[in-house]
């Protein structure tokens, strides 16, 4: 649909500077998207066809719905009038209406503010990174989700991918016996990585790992381990005293700490923790029962031809298998992939336990195969076709 030009020229003179306004976070907006993918798109068709806020993070989004408040009765008569989308583009995030952690919280605002400007909800789409969206009653307005991070991360690392010197290409063979079993990053004390670690400390399991705990800028948040601990753990007091002291204690790989926290580092396994390692225990963003949430810790083992174990929401390995990648059953038992976070936990740690007693020479050039098969596939971005049309269908209808 696109707009006579009398219409179109009141919206170029009053949508732009709501739409680049600072509650409006440019790195998660729809025209940024569209950089990002590559999709064509010019003015004209951009604001004939929606208005989109970008939310960055939750601890942003309540300046970003206050600032509705502001929007001009003239763009919102032109929304309305002509049924435009409008669009909260929130895809660098896994949260949606249905997660019950925010369900009564932020998006009850939401509704709230929209409520108030009179949009009617056929128009307003939410933009996440829950790509287990489809598969859930979102109730009161659409959403639509996309796997941005795995093009995303592809983008950051394409001058090393170009680079055919470089040791991401190396068709190394899986080995069992290395120095130490896996490779356990961590920064962000989420309650559940705080969790995770403390358990694999207190089981001495952290000793056949080269493993990190940055905590940087974050603080660890007494309460929310608190919350945690009782939704899913034990009831125990003493028990969440321990998680927290000992999530107090940072870990750091690098002699300089600031130079582990920048982006750079984070994008790159170094090739000798690879060497010394024989795969990866990959702590993810969220475990949240109901979400899917693959961010660049995921594909960043992809790359660089290291097995994973996934500590991440249920259905995740089964999302990656739906993409063609591998999994890797010969060396883990993977019905973590399904059950309570507390069984999560349990069977994560069996996994390390029983690894070194695993009975599977015979599988090694399988799992190999499977590497080499998950990198190659990694090149070709299995998900972008599908962001793409997901983006294109927004914009062009």
């Given at each position: 649909?696109?707009?006579?030009?009398?219409?179109?020229?009141?919206l170029?003179n009053?949508i732009?500077?709501?739409?680049?306004?600072?509650?409006?976070?440019?790195?998660?907006?729809?025209?940024?998207?569209?950089?990002?993918?590559?999709?064509?798109?010019?003015?004209?068709?951009?604001?004939?066809?929606?208005?989109?806020?970008?939310?960055?993070?939750?601890?942003?989004?309540?300046?970003?719905?206050?600032?509705?408040?502001?929007?001009?009765?003239?763009?919102?008569?032109?929304?309305?009038?002509?049924?435009?989308?409008?669009?909260?583009?929130?895809?660098?995030e896994?949260?949606?209406?249905?997660?019950?952690?925010?369900?009564?919280?932020?998006f009850?605002?939401?509704?709230?503010?929209?409520?108030?400007?009179?949009?009617?909800?056929?128009?307003?789409?939410?933009?996440?990174?829950?790509?287990?969206?489809?598969?859930?009653?979102?109730?009161?307005?659409?959403?639509?989700?996309?796997?941005?991070?795995?093009?995303?991360?592809?983008?950051?690392?394409?001058?090393?991918?170009?680079?055919?010197?470089?040791?991401?290409?190396?068709?190394?063979?899986?080995?069992?016996?290395?120095?130490?079993?896996?490779?356990?990053?961590n920064?962000?004390?989420?309650?559940?990585?705080?969790?995770?670690?403390?358990?694999?400390?207190?089981?001495?399991?952290?000793?056949?790992?080269?493993?990190?705990?940055?905590?940087?800028?974050?603080?660890?948040?007494?309460?929310?381990?608190?919350?945690?601990?009782?939704?899913?753990?034990y009831?125990?007091?003493?028990?969440?005293?321990?998680v927290?002291?000992?999530?107090?204690?940072?870990?750091?790989?690098?002699?300089?700490?600031?130079?582990?926290?920048?982006?750079?580092k984070?994008?790159?396994?170094?090739?000798?923790?690879?060497?010394?390692?024989?795969?990866?225990?990959?702590?993810?963003?969220?475990?949240?029962?109901?979400?899917?949430?693959?961010?660049?810790?995921?594909?960043?083992?992809?790359?660089?031809?290291?097995?994973?174990?996934?500590?991440?929401?249920?259905?995740?390995?089964?999302?990656?298998?739906?993409l063609?990648?591998?999994?890797?059953?010969?060396?883990?038992d993977?019905?973590?992939?399904?059950?309570s976070?507390?069984h999560?936990?349990?069977?994560?740690?069996?996994?390390?336990?029983?690894?070194?007693?695993?009975?599977?020479?015979?599988?090694?050039?399988?799992?190999t195969?499977?590497?080499?098969?998950?990198?190659?596939?990694?090149?070709?971005?299995?998900?972008?076709?599908?962001?793409?049309n997901?983006?294109?269908?927004?914009?062009?209808?």
């Amino acid at each position: 649909m696109l707009l006579d030009s009398d219409i179109f020229a009141s919206l170029l003179n009053i949508i732009p500077s709501y739409n680049s306004g600072v509650s409006n976070s440019k790195e998660n907006s729809l025209d940024n998207l569209c950089k990002e993918f590559n999709i064509p798109i010019t003015n004209d068709i951009y604001y004939a066809t929606a208005v989109s806020i970008g939310i960055e993070s939750i601890q942003n989004f309540r300046s970003t719905i206050l600032s509705l408040d502001t929007i001009d009765k003239n763009v919102l008569d032109v929304i309305i009038k002509n049924k435009l989308n409008f669009i909260i583009s929130f895809y660098y995030e896994h949260d949606n209406p249905t997660t019950s952690q925010w369900a009564n919280n932020w998006f009850t605002e939401i509704f709230s503010k929209i409520g108030n400007l009179g949009i009617p909800l056929e128009q307003i789409i939410l933009l996440t990174g829950d790509v287990n969206v489809s598969n859930k009653n979102t109730g009161k307005f659409n959403c639509l989700s996309i796997n941005a991070f795995e093009y995303i991360y592809y983008k950051n690392m394409l001058h090393l991918i170009i680079d055919k010197n470089n040791d991401i290409h190396l068709d190394t063979e899986f080995k069992l016996d290395k120095k130490y079993d896996f490779l356990f990053l961590n920064s962000r004390p989420s309650p559940e990585r705080c969790v995770l670690r403390y358990e694999l400390f207190a089981s001495n399991l952290l000793k056949n790992s080269i493993n990190s705990w940055v905590i940087g800028n974050r603080k660890v948040d007494y309460l929310n381990i608190y919350n945690f601990v009782y939704q899913h753990m034990y009831k125990n007091k003493n028990y969440i005293e321990n998680v927290y002291n000992n999530s107090l204690k940072e870990v750091t790989l690098d002699s300089s700490r600031e130079n582990l926290i920048k982006q750079a580092k984070q994008n790159i396994i170094p090739k000798e923790w690879r060497a010394s390692t024989s795969f990866s225990l990959i702590t993810e963003t969220t475990v949240q029962k109901d979400n899917i949430f693959l961010t660049e810790k995921t594909y960043k083992a992809i790359l660089h031809k290291h097995p994973f174990i996934l500590f991440s929401s249920n259905g995740s390995l089964k999302y990656l298998k739906s993409l063609g990648y591998e999994t890797f059953n010969e060396l883990f038992d993977e019905s973590y992939d399904n059950c309570s976070i507390y069984h999560k936990i349990q069977i994560i740690k069996e996994n390390l336990k029983r690894f070194k007693k695993i009975k599977c020479r015979n599988k090694i050039n399988i799992i190999t195969e499977k590497l080499n098969h998950n990198y190659n596939l990694f090149l070709k971005q299995p998900s972008l076709n599908e962001t793409k049309n997901t983006v294109i269908k927004l914009i062009y209808g």
